[in-house]
Structure formats: structure tokens, C-alpha cells
């Protein structure tokens, strides 16, 4: 059973930085992919960023690009979202998520991944 597991979440000031992590466990699939998503209180789930480790590639929205960096601890079996230059307008629940096969597509697709983390709070003051 895949489980994801996230943490990292707060409070900041504009112009903050973020660390989320995300601990997988019971995954056997090499060719899995990481995303994260964010929820903003009345606005609908979207897509933040995609980390694909087997191809080395990432993907991340307009909305974050220059300020996002995915990264991936092996050893720890955790994925990283590095968050700089924070905004009011990123606030919300952020989620990880986890996929896996070829089926994938940028922006993200949630019905792509079928396995999330609980989400954590991200709070942005200006």
C-alpha cells in the first residue's frame, strides 16, 4: 500500500521561503512521478509542480515557475517543494501526490495520481 505522508507547512510573510516534504513508502514502481497540488479556499484543486525522477524532468505552473524547486531524497524516500519569494496568493493546502505508468500529462491531471498525502497549510501574509 502506497502512503504518502507531508509535512512542512506554515505560516510566512511575503517574500518567505518553504520547505515542504513528502515521505513515500510502499512504492515498487520505478517509473512513479511526484506532483504537488494546491488548494486555495474556494478555488478549485490545481497543479503546482511535477517531478518525474526516472527522466529527470520537472514541470511547474506559470503561476510559480522561477520560484519552486522539486527535489527527491532517495535515501529518505521523500520529495521536496522548495518554495521562495512567497506570495499571499500561495496560500493554501498543498498536497503531494504520487503516480505512476505513462499516463501523465502537464498541467497535471489529479485523476493521474492516485495516491495523496493528507495536505499541509501554507499561509502567506502580506
Known amino acids: 500500500q502506497v502512503q504518502l505522508v507531508e509535512s512542512g507547512g506554515g505560516s510566512v510573510q511575503a517574500g518567505g521561503s518553504l520547505r515542504l516534504s513528502c515521505e513515500v513508502s510502499g512504492v515498487t514502481d520505478s517509473s512513479g512521478r511526484m506532483g504537488w497540488f494546491r488548494q486555495a479556499p474556494g478555488n478549485e484543486r490545481e497543479g503546482v509542480a511535477v517531478?518525474?525522477?526516472?527522466?529527470?524532468?520537472?514541470w511547474s505552473a506559470a503561476s510559480v515557475e522561477g520560484r519552486v524547486t522539486i527535489s527527491q531524497d532517495s535515501a529518505k524516500n521523500t520529495f521536496y517543494l522548495s518554495m521562495t519569494n512567497l506570495k499571499p496568493e500561495d496560500t493554501g493546502t498543498y498536497y503531494c501526490?504520487?503516480?505512476?505508468?505513462?499516463?501523465?500529462?502537464?498541467?497535471?491531471?489529479?485523476?493521474?495520481?492516485?495516491?495523496w498525502g493528507q495536505g499541509t497549510q501554507v499561509t502567506v501574509s502580506s
Open positions: 501526490a504520487y503516480g505512476s505508468g505513462d499516463d501523465y500529462s502537464f498541467p497535471p491531471n489529479e485523476d493521474e495520481y492516485p495516491y
Open positions: 517531478f518525474l525522477p526516472g527522466e529527470r524532468t520537472t
